[in-house]
């Protein structure tokens, strides 16, 4: 495995990556009103082992390698096109974060609270339920040592997830970004998943025996995010007022995004929270504008796509076995669609929206996306759940992220922007 | 090694790199006349084993690993730097091409076939002069079993390098990228360059016993600009001729640039070639002018830093052992500069250019840079020279580089553009 072997195929997983996407991106868009986001994590399942790996395994295994030559790990190419998308969310969670005005939801703030705690709570006990009721009995799984606690708590964070990355994409491709139903979804999706991720944090703690992980990223995830929003915010206000966007001003903002999701993923929150927090704390204006400008199209135009890919790639279908497997993917799907939509809905009608931009918040929070992904696999990683349980879930978070853009198209004309 | 680890190791490397970039970078500008992009090399080389591992081996380490657990190869995270570095360097050879523009040459394609050519004559002859003389009878300079004819051709093409890149980049710097004294020493650059990668591949072709590496080099090579800056050009023009460039066009366009990369490099003369033959294929206009915005700050603050901090973190300056060595080292720098520099000057003297703009073309052409850390690369990976030697030729690099910035600065005042 020289430099050049390595560059050589990561050049044609450009090509393969942004022609895929860009291509199935277009039959979506077109012919299914899917969002092209959407179609770029099908596409990324579809040049995965489920689709392209299954009709050319030999072109498919030489283009991306999973395992390394020994069979011993992970590929060096998959790590690299790991880094290359998380590059890619990082740049694109502080674009997000940099349009994300909380002076807009002010006198709302009600609202955001209650439709989060609501998207919380009903997918989060709807969880628990379905454990108990359907899955405590059943062998396959879950691991072996891990406590009915540990198990049902797992399973409750994992129907928390909202895809909120996913969620800002499809606002921003909706034109909705910087408006109040924009801002009041991606309040409550942020939220959502620092809650989501939070209870993760527990889930691993106790199931490693060790409460300092919860500490660190509850704790300091609160601490990270207040001091930014205030202290953070007015200090780049004032360091930034009356300044032009120079290379040397460029650089320094790169160097604090990447400082900020340093710290976030350290403590065990996620990069994309770090990055969507100092995107937030950024002083409304020309400036922010005009570095959103520079950032921005290589940013969605090369690095995000590998985002998407990249955890279709780690992806198989063909481990769900069992007509009784297949039964209980449905309830968790029918549990995760009631808990999250229904929840959100109801939380947003009783704060006074009303129906169709309720509904419209519901199906933008319902939307699992990669962000569930992430939370599958860092379940799968450490012995939590088996690969069956972790197709059943991603079965569960392909539907819901289907169901999103084109029902949110259906009500578009309808909703009330103001 | 586990995703996150990886990342979170990239994160602080993306802090130290670009720390180190814009500190350093401002201390050689502000007080040693230096450009930017030379102080982004040396910063490479002070945050690889020459002065951050000595100081604090363990934390360079720790931050920069040369080689994996196992000590059997080269870690993952070195692997991640090279395709972040390898990107940043094709999108900025995109951008240089695209600022490439013939026609200013036009009429003087003479000279700069003259310069192009002193510039690879004279420093291939003292090359191969230098080998027959000094270093024949040395041991320990060249592999064993390499033919005194492969010898004095390798040391001969590593003497004709230009730092093309680093070219471009001081001649963005100054601010004379559109100008005709620009575009006379990038054209004579880029023709050098290939001169010196076409006589690698004769090298290697010989070396290794196999003439096919030089013919798909050469050939390929030749057959891909003729083809592109003719053909490709004109479609190009048609097909871009009134569009906009929205999200589509802008990832079409980036996926021709690595396409044209993943050609050059697939037959050997290295990706730099196919991106800067793609920018110079682009119809020169305000759709290429709005493409240059959007590549460029990401590009240059963020990911063509790592192409300069890379080789540097590969350089190990205390290899040079014993007073022999360093006279040889000595007379190779002199040599270097007498034929390149010198050379340079006399042909763009005879080509009819005043002293001082001939000066200033051959001080250009005179730095080696990092272009001339690959070609050391390739030698010392294909066993053709030792160690000893690619320190040696990596002072004359280092040296040649940094005098050329300061150099520059005094006679530009003096230069006639017109």
């Known amino acids: 495995m020289t430099d050049l072997d390595l560059m050589l195929r990561f050049m044609l997983q450009v090509l393969a990556v942004l022609g895929a996407c860009k291509v199935i991106g277009y039959l979506g868009v077109r012919f299914l009103g899917q969002a092209q986001v959407t179609m770029e994590m099908v596409a990324g399942v579809m040049l995965g082992p489920s689709l392209f790996g ?53 006198g709302k703030s009600k609202a955001a609270l209650s439709i989060s705690g609501a998207g919380i709570l009903f997918p989060f006990v709807f969880g628990v339920i379905a454990y108990y009721t359907l899955m405590s009995g059943q062998k396959g799984l879950f691991g072996e040592n891990v406590s009915d606690t540990s198990r049902a708590l797992y399973l409750g964070a994992a129907m928390c997830i909202t895809a909120f990355p996913m969620l800002a994409r499809i606002i921003y491709e909706a034109g909705f970004t910087g408006t109040r139903l924009g801002t009041l979804a991606l309040g409550s999706g942020a939220t959502d998943d620092a809650a989501a991720w939070s209870i993760l944090a527990v889930v691993l703690a106790q199931s490693k025996g060790d409460p300092k992980i919860a500490i660190f990223a509850i704790g300091g995830g609160i601490l990270f995010v207040t001091l930014m929003l205030t202290l953070g915010k007015a200090s780049l206000a004032k360091f930034l007022k009356g300044k032009t966007l120079d290379q040397t001003l460029f650089t320094f903002i790169i160097l604090l995004v990447f400082a900020g999701a340093w710290f976030t993923d350290a403590i065990g929150v996620y990069a994309v929270f770090g990055a969507f927090t100092l995107g937030a704390a950024m002083p409304k204006g020309e400036l922010t504008k005009a570095l959103q400008a520079k950032i921005e199209p290589l940013t969605v135009g090369l690095f995000l796509p590998f985002f998407f890919v990249y955890s279709g790639l780690n992806t198989k279908l063909s481990s769900i076995q069992g007509s009784e497997m297949w039964v209980i993917a449905l309830i968790v799907l029918i549990a995760a669609i009631a808990g999250k939509l229904g929840g959100c809905y109801l939380a947003a009608r009783l704060s006074g929206e009303k129906h169709t931009n309720a509904l419209g918040i519901g199906i933008l929070m319902n939307s699992r996306g990669l962000m569930e992904l992430i939370i599958l696999n860092v379940g799968l990683k450490s012995g939590v759940i088996t690969t069956q349980l972790f197709s059943i879930m991603v079965v569960m978070a392909i539907v819901t992220t289907l169901m999103a853009a084109p029902l949110f198209k259906l009500i578009k004309p309808k909703l009330i922007l103001e």
Chains 1, 2 share one sequence.
């Open 54 to 106: 299954l009709l050319a395994p030999e072109v498919q295994n030489s283009l991306f390698p999973l395992k390394n030559e020994l069979g011993t790990g992970k590929h060096p190419s998959m790590m690299i096109l790991y880094i290359i998308a998380q590059i890619g969310l990082v740049l694109y969670m502080f674009l997000v974060g940099a349009e994300f005005d909380l002076n807009l939801i002010k």
